[in-house]
């Protein structure tokens, strides 16, 4: 049983998410930390109390973001009978997440990591997490298999899904959510292949 949070984790949550609300909504250049406390209902030294700098702030919404999605494919890999199954209903939520909010955060910290060490080491850690965790569900599909290849082959999964990022929205606004499913399956199936499960 997890423990019950102190107050000051709990406001600390609170900000985290309303941050994660206005790095959303306004984007990158717009956010700043008076913003988020005005919205928080807080002054801006009590919000630097928590977190002194507008990176550091970030960088908790990103961390948050990273744990929303791991927490998202041990959820489906609770409930899915089997791993192929569970390939395909994790390729549809990670997409949809993406294409949704999370995605906004996703590349923001991409960006950032580009010119930042800061950002590119929790770019790094945040992938490592994600690629431990398809390979987990990869190790299923192919349990005698290595984990040093099964690594790999979660490295080109992903590769496949961060692809899908940028494509995605371009069919959306072209086609049904009928054609959405459809390049989804066609993701997963291709997946599948790559680790040499026939679909």
């Known amino acids: 049983m997890a423990a019950e949070l102190t ?28 913003d ?4 928080a209902g807080i002054k801006l030294g009590n919000l630097q109390y928590y977190f002194a700098t507008r990176e550091d702030l970030i960088e908790a919404v990103a961390k948050a973001e990273s744990q929303r999605g791991l927490s998202m494919i041990r959820e489906i890999d609770r409930g899915v009978a089997t791993p192929a199954e569970k ?16 995605g906004k955060i996703f590349i923001v910290v991409s960006l950032l990591a580009v010119h930042s060490p800061r950002f590119r ?28 290849a099964l690594m790999r082959k979660a490295r080109l999964a992903t590769s496949l899904l961060d692809g899908a ?26 997946m599948l292949r790559l680790v040499g499960h026939q679909p």
Request: glycine share 4%.
């Open 36 to 39: 988020v406390a005005d919205r």
């Open 165 to 190: 990022l940028f494509q995605v929205p371009l069919e959306r606004g072209r086609g049904s959510k009928k054609m959405m499913r459809e390049f989804l399956d066609e993701l997963a199936d291709a």
């Open 121 to 148: 080491r929790l770019h790094v850690d945040n992938y490592d997490a994600f690629y431990q965790a398809v390979c987990d569900v990869l190790a299923e599909l192919e349990p005698d298999e290595p984990r040093a």
């Open 87 to 102: 390939l395909t209903r994790l390729v549809h939520a990670i997409v949809d997440q993406w294409q949704r909010e999370g």
């Open 7 to 34: 107050k000051g984790e709990r406001r600390r949550a609170e900000i985290i998410e309303i941050a994660r609300s206005v790095l959303i909504e306004d984007g990158y250049d717009c956010f700043v930390l008076r």
